[in-house]
């Protein structure tokens, strides 16, 4: 029995990638009429990556999956199973999960996309742990990859200023010792309200044609102001109830890893669950929102940072497109 009273699942390893190529707020101000003010006092972002031309997400998720897997001291051999977050897939078919499978050199294991947008790191680390409990698995690969710069209206100031690009990934596994690692993850979402952040062409719903490229339906348009309101909303509840069936309360928690969409979400949440600002490793302004990569390029610095100890509870609080929403509590191995 996995993560029974035996044994757990924990984080056997963590990497990440960013492209090298550095998009200032200063550079966004030559392209729209924003300016470096606007940008870092109604989001807390400074710069972004940007990955080159012919740079795809597979490239920038092989790459952090490399480091995951090098830190795990895993061969490609040892993956039973890759899942990948993305909203930025290479195409839309075949997965990016298999693409990048075959960038790795992975065995004929299962490989598959999850499309929960911002959520989809989450929503991926809880497949793979009800995959790894069911026995079946033994080494599953986790990857957050986005492309955002691919999908924004450089046109658009409400948009392009606030995303960027790059990958994170984790290896989960087991261990012969009870209640660590993962603890539990919440996932939920509400399609309802899906229409305040889409990017409407280019499915089978609005296939491309000249007139939906002209039109600019192929980029992302956000409601930006009705998303904040929801997320700081339904990101704390969900990150309450799950302490809660943990029988934990906020001050319990070390470190919390939010999405990292805009620091007044940020700090919106730090006030009102009574949480320190320096519990939550912050790398948003230096990469702005990268999706389903932004939890786990989080994560990673802040290992690596040693801002996370052996027997922390560290909280992941994702919010994203859908819509959809999720928190994971970890007790640190
Ligand atoms: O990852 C998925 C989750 N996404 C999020 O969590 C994003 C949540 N939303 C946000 O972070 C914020 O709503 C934004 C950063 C997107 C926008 O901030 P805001 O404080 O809600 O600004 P606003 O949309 O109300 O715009 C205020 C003003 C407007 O001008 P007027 O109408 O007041 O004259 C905008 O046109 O700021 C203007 N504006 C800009 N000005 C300079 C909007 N974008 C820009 C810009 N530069 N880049």
């Known amino acids: 029995m996995i993560n029974g009273k035996d044994s757990s699942i924990i984080i056997g390893g963590i990497g990440s990638y960013a492209p090298e ?19 870092r006092t109604r989001t807390g972002i400074k710069e972004r990556r940007i990955a080159h031309n012919g740079e795809a997400c ?98 658009d100031r409400t948009t392009c200023v606030l995303f960027g690009d790059g990958a994170g990934a984790i290896i989960l596994n087991t261990v012969d010792e009870p209640g660590i690692g993962i603890l539990g993850t919440c996932l939920a979402a509400n399609g309802a309200e899906g229409q305040i952040l889409t990017m409407p062409g280019g499915g089978s719903n609005e296939p491309a044609t000249t007139e939906s490229v002209l039109m600019r339906r192929h980029y992302l348009k956000m409601m930006g102001k009705e998303v904040f309101k929801i997320a700081v909303k339904v990101m704390e509840q969900s990150a309450l109830d799950l302490l809660a069936s943990h029988n934990l309360k906020p001050h319990d928690v070390d470190c919390v890893i939010p999405h990292q969409a805009n620091m007044r979400i940020l700090e919106l ?65």
């Open 58 to 155: 597979s490239d920038m998720g092989a790459r952090a999956a490399q480091a995951a897997m090098k830190h795990a001291g895993l061969e490609p051999e040892d993956i039973d199973l890759l899942i990948v977050a993305t909203m930025t897939p290479d195409m839309p078919f075949p997965s990016t999960a298999c693409i990048i499978q075959h960038k790795l050199g992975l065995r004929s294991i299962p490989c598959f996309d999850v499309g929960a947008a911002c959520s989809g790191f989450l929503y991926t680390l809880e497949i793979g742990c009800q995959m790894l409990k069911s026995g079946t698995y033994r080494n599953v690969l986790i990857v957050g990859s986005e492309k955002l710069s691919s999908i924004l209206d450089w046109q």
């Open 269 to 333: 949440m730090s006030s009102r669950m009574g949480l320190p600002l320096d519990k939550f490793p912050i790398n948003l302004d230096r990469f702005g929102n990268t999706s389903a990569a932004s939890i786990p390029l989080a994560l990673d610095e802040a290992y690596r940072d040693g801002k996370i100890k052996s027997g922390d509870y560290v909280l992941l609080i994702a919010f994203g497109a859908g819509l959809t929403w999720a928190s994971s509590l970890i007790k640190w191995h």
């Open 21 to 39: 190529k550095i998009l200032s707020n200063h550079d966004l101000a030559k392209i729209v009429d924003t300016s470096d003010e606007w940008i």
